[in-house]
């Protein structure tokens, strides 16, 4: 069979073959808000394109050309079908090779959004289950799209206004799952300071198991603070966290994929390493306990910590800002509707190494 042989990488001629008669009608798959939000400047760009554009939480719904962004080891159900990645962090417990256990050799396009995730890539390409059918690029990442334009512009100077907020800088607490208080941790810890205090939880899809509980926890801790401290604030789950990033100077997590983000706003991030319950590979994140919280924030506010290089660390994670729904536009123009832009191959990852047996 054809998995079994060289990856579709190797074969170039294969790679770059266009595809026919394939209608200009896109569907997005999502599961949750933050997906919704990730896919978002990509379906501005397809509407902008004259591309008929449909969203969907159903992930079996068939579709000419399928967007998806899901943690996946499926065969959508789309003639030409394009996979990215649900967030930054996206198998850690599996890397450099995510691919093992979310395979991607069922999809046409993969996206990946820097040279950090690229070289994971390349180390891994040559493994069957780590290919697409018409190559993986480097083409960015959407959100950093979103925080480029007039919109981002827009909302984040009405939030500040809706927010009202009392002082000049904002701290976010923006955990992966509320649990065991941790949220009261953060307030108590932190609500004396000359600072605003954001609180952004994530959008949980019913469909994941537990996630009954967690919204359960999130109202409750919400119940608890709101109106109670004159700079606590509270942001809806189904908001874009870009938002909550644009307005803040510093975040504080567990080990949510959001440290990552905050990197596009050159904003950092401390790590509560009781919170976190394990040891985080992220060098670009300052690690504390939560006794510790306290002295790090008021250190990284009044730039007496500055031993992370942010700017270093937002270069390899992220690449190609800005451009990412522009480029892969013309690469779907490219395979599906003839198109004639072909910068994007400029993108296109090959793999470290090849296959070896005795009988290569």
């Excluded at 266009?18 to 379906?43: A, Q, V």
């Excluded at 499926?74 to 003639?79: I, Q, R, T, V, W």
């Excluded at 019913?206 to 919400?222: A, V, W, Y």
Aim: include cysteine; glycine fraction near 6%; hydrophobic fraction near 35%.
């Amino acid at each position: 069979e054809e998995r079994l042989g060289f990856p579709f990488s190797y074969d170039l001629d294969k790679v770059f073959q266009k595809r026919e008669n394939t209608k200009r009608k896109i569907t997005f798959f999502y599961s949750d808000k933050g997906e919704f939000h990730n896919l978002s400047p990509l379906m501005k760009e397809a509407e902008k394109r004259g591309f008929q554009v449909i969203c969907t939480e159903d992930m079996k719904e068939e579709a000419e050309i399928g967007i998806y962004c899901q943690h996946v080891n499926f065969k959508g159900n789309a003639k030409f079908s394009v996979i990215m990645l649900h967030d930054m962090m996206q198998g850690i417990k599996n890397w450099p090779d995510h691919w093992i256990a979310e395979h991607w050799d069922q999809f046409d396009i993969g996206i990946l959004p820097g040279r950090n995730w690229g070289e994971k890539w390349e180390r891994q390409g040559c493994f069957y289950y780590a290919n697409t059918r018409k190559g993986v690029y480097e083409l960015g990442y959407p959100k950093a799209d979103y925080i480029q334009s007039e919109e981002f512009l827009y909302k984040t100077s009405r939030l500040k206004k809706e927010l009202n907020l009392k002082y000049e800088r904002t701290i976010l607490y923006a955990p992966t799952i509320e649990r065991n208080n941790h949220q009261q941790e953060f307030i108590e810890e932190l609500q004396s300071l000359e600072a605003n205090l954001l609180i952004k939880h994530a959008h949980w899809s019913e469909e994941i198991e537990g996630s009954l509980e967690i919204k359960e926890q999130i109202e409750e801790m919400r119940k608890l603070h709101e109106g109670k401290y004159e700079n606590v604030y509270f942001m809806d789950t189904s908001a874009n966290i870009m938002d909550a990033l644009g307005i803040s100077n510093l975040l504080i997590s567990d080990e949510s994929s959001v440290m990552a983000e905050a990197l596009l706003f050159s904003v950092p991030s401390i790590s509560v390493t009781e919170w976190a319950g394990k040891e985080l590979p992220y060098d670009y994140v300052y690690k504390c306990s939560i006794k510790q919280l306290r002295e790090y924030g008021e250190q990284i506010m009044n730039g007496l910590k500055t031993d992370i290089d942010i700017e270093k660390y937002r270069k390899q994670l992220f690449g190609n800002e800005g451009r990412c729904a522009l480029e892969l536009l013309d690469l779907i123009e490219y395979f599906t509707q003839n198109g004639q832009n072909l910068h994007f191959k400029e993108f296109f990852l090959k793999p470290a190494y090849e296959p070896v047996c005795l009988w290569s």
